[in-house]
T-cell receptor, first 113, second 111 residues
């Protein structure tokens, strides 16, 4: 089976812009979770989508949003980018979230200038 | 707020030495995952433990889940340079696909 894929791998944006990141889960997986990884805060949970519905949400501002399509592919959007949004954004998929066994993609490295 | 305290944060050892990494919390988790991450890549799942007191072995790596499902440890025997990387523990909560991550342990194994 192909693993989790994320596009693009690298992105450079300027403050105030918005960005959309894409994630394709492992075939058959219905749960997609998004995480932000920074050197200072480590890995922090953003949100989870299951069957096109947001099932869990972390403590991030409303500028961070996401959605899931009927084929389980997911996108996350960050509006009005701030310098502090520079991070590695990771997507993880799992079959149904049971036991929380998640498989991660390679991440999208976002740099905000 | 669920927190997972991972220690040590940094570990630099010689090839052949043994080491243990700890993850502790005051919260009960439904499962505990251990991941290894290389620079610029996503974490790779090493093991999942779900039963209190469970012990799993993966070659030279031994993983243990505490009886109360609040803590876990990773023990590496005879570390090799190829073990170098960031090791992350993550606690799963009952309510779906949300993981709480520890801060990670940067392991460096010198030949």
């Amino acid at each position: 089976k192909a693993g989790v894929t994320q596009t693009p791998r690298y992105l450079i944006k300027t403050r105030g812009q918005q960005v959309t990141l894409s994630c394709s889960p492992i075939s058959g997986h219905r749960s997609v979770s998004w995480y932000q990884q920074t050197p200072g805060q480590g890995l922090q949970f953003l949100f989870e989508y299951f069957s096109e519905t947001q099932r869990n949400k972390g403590n991030f501002p409303g500028r961070f949003s996401g959605r899931q399509f009927s084929n389980s592919r997911s996108e996350m959007n960050v509006s009005t980018l701030e310098l502090g949004d520079s991070a590695l954004y990771l997507c993880a998929s799992s079959f149904d979230g049971a036991y929380n066994e998640q498989f991660f993609g390679p991440g999208t490295r976002l740099t905000v200038l | 707020t669920q927190l997972l305290e991972q220690s040590p944060q940094f570990l630099s050892i010689q090839e052949g030495e043994n080491l243990t990494v700890y993850c502790n919390s005051s919260s009960v988790f439904s499962s505990l995952q251990w991941y290894r991450q290389e620079p610029g890549e996503g974490p790779v799942l090493l093991v999942t433990v779900v039963t209190g007191g469970e012990v799993k072995k993966l070659k030279r790596l031994t993983f243990q889940f505490g009886d109360a499902r609040k803590d876990s440890s990773l023990h590496i025997t005879a570390a090799q340079p190829g073990d170098t990387g960031l090791y992350l523990c993550a606690g799963g909560l009952y309510q779906g696909g949300k993981l709480i991550f520890g801060q990670g342990t940067e392991l460096s194994v010198k030949p």
